[in-house]
């Protein structure tokens, strides 16, 4: 094995890690049900209670980590696109 595949297959599991943590994030937000402040239409620019501001806070935390699983699958399957040829029309 090559130190490139090495890295390959240590972005793969890393991937894997966060699939894992995201998994976790997910059951820490089915802990903490949407509150009425949040379902509510009123009182939008007020500053969020507590069960909000967690929800808010793993939404986020569950899209980053989305975001950084694809990165890490890509950049282990990244493969440079042929070079063009003379040939070429």
């Known amino acids: 094995m090559t130190d490139v595949d090495a890295v390959r ?3 793969r599991a890393a991937a894997g890690d966060v699939t894992a943590l995201r998994a976790v994030l997910l059951e820490m937000r089915a802990c903490v049900p949407p509150s009425a402040q949040e379902t509510s239409q009123e009182d939008l620019d007020a500053e969020p209670d507590v069960p909000t ?3 808010a806070a793993l939404d986020h935390a569950l ?4 975001t950084l699983r694809e990165g890490l699958l ?3 399957a990244y493969e ?3 070079l063009a040829t003379d040939d070429a029309p």
């Open 9 to 11: 297959a240590r972005l």
């Open 53 to 55: 501001a967690l929800r």
């Open 63 to 66: 899209s980053c980590l989305e």
């Open 74 to 76: 890509d950049a282990a």
């Open 80 to 82: 440079p696109s042929p």
